[in-house]
């Protein structure tokens, strides 16, 4: 008790300029920018999510409210078009995945029947016969990256799904 009295009258009679000084606040830690909101509606944010893929794309075209990308993965290349976007390319309405094959092998009739047993996956046959497969979304502005990187493995699985029917239309057809 007498330490205590003591230390407090030293304190009192102490000189102005010998007097502690009164704590610091600590700094406050620079706070952290938050991650920028992802927005599947622009194209760049697809563009970003796939770098963190080890994938790449790349925009190939715009204009009159579509955007097309070239997308190229470790499995392959792909193309990706945003449709129905802004002024600026952005705030898009749909996605659609889309390959073509260079194999000619399916007839119309066959693509049909491959439509009929699939819910995602289309495919179709351009005018020169070459078999293309697409996957479509529609995109809010409340889709997640981790929603964009499901819808992605949807149409990894079009793409093996329809390799399969490409490689061969009538066996598929007949064994599903």
Same mark, same amino acid.
């Given at each position: ?20 000084? #009164?704590?610091?606040?600590? #700094? ?19 563009? +970003? ?15 009159? /409210? ?8 470790? +499995? ?12 600026? /390319?952005?705030?898009? +309405? ?10 000619? /092998?399916?007839? *119309? ?29 529609? *995109? ?28 061969? #239309?009538?066996?598929?057809?007949? +064994? /599903?």
């Amino acid at each position: 008790m007498r330490a205590l009295a003591l230390a407090l009258a030293l304190a009192l009679i102490a000189p102005a300029g010998q007097a502690a000084a #009164p704590a610091k606040p600590a #700094p406050k830690p620079a706070a952290a920018k938050p991650a920028p909101a992802f927005d599947a509606r622009d194209p760049a944010a697809l563009i +970003g999510l796939l770098a963190g893929m080890d994938a790449k794309a790349e925009v190939a075209a715009s204009g009159a /409210g579509v955007v097309v990308l070239n997308v190229a993965t470790p +499995g392959g290349r792909f193309g990706a078009q945003y449709v129905d976007c802004d002024g600026n /390319g952005k705030a898009c +309405g749909l996605l659609a995945f889309s390959t073509a094959f260079e194999r000619r /092998g399916p007839t *119309l009739d066959q693509i049909n029947v491959f439509n009929r047993t699939q819910v995602a996956c289309r495919g179709y046959l351009t005018d020169d016969g070459r078999s293309n497969v697409m996957y479509g979304l529609l *995109l809010t502005p409340k889709m997640t990256s981790a929603e964009m990187k499901q819808h992605l493995g949807v149409w990894q699985g079009c793409l093996a799904t329809f390799g399969r029917f490409n490689r061969d #239309p009538q066996g598929f057809v007949i +064994g /599903g």
